[in-house]
């Protein structure tokens, strides 16, 4: 039984957590070139603070990318939450510590746009035409179970019994 070809929408998102991972991996690296000079302004909050969150995320979105890319399960259920994690992180930033009034002003869109990206991840991950790209990962103790009666081309994709 051969996988089934990746979906285009899994592909899609897949390359855009992969692009926010690495978004945020540069952030690490300007964050630490320029931590030194940050300080002296007295820039809130502190530099470093900044630069392991980025790293944090960093990690997060790459390791998210990668587990979407091999159909992992933990990827459904992890990359809604992490992007509304990550939604909330950037509004407290810019609520609490952004104090020019014209960088405030595009809260809206950032909510706008984080609000969609959940709604798309998760129409992703959820969708039932991708069912069978992710039942590989999902059911294979189901599938492979030995006291199991029908075979998996008896059972078909769900598991459950065709007659």
Do not use: C
């Amino acid at each position: 039984m051969s996988k089934p070809r990746r979906p285009f929408f899994v592909t899609i998102t897949a390359v855009g957590v992969f692009l926010l991972g690495t978004w945020n991996g540069w952030r690490t690296i300007e964050l630490a070139q320029q931590s030194t000079f940050l300080l002296q302004l007295g820039v809130r909050p502190n530099p470093y603070a900044r630069l392991v969150m980025a790293l944090i995320w960093s990690i997060l979105f790459l390791t998210l990318a990668v587990a979407l890319w091999q159909r992992r399960t933990v990827a459904r259920r992890l990359l809604p939450f992490s992007l509304l994690l990550y939604a909330i992180y950037h509004l407290i930033l810019l609520a609490l510590f952004v104090q020019a009034p014209a960088a405030r002003q595009g809260w809206q869109a950032t909510v706008l746009l984080a609000v969609a990206a959940i709604l798309w991840t998760t129409w992703v991950a959820y969708r039932p035409a991708y069912r069978t790209y992710w039942r590989d990962q999902e059911n294979s103790a189901v599938i492979a179970h030995a006291a199991s009666p029908r075979t998996v081309r008896e059972r078909g994709d769900d598991g459950e019994s065709k007659d």
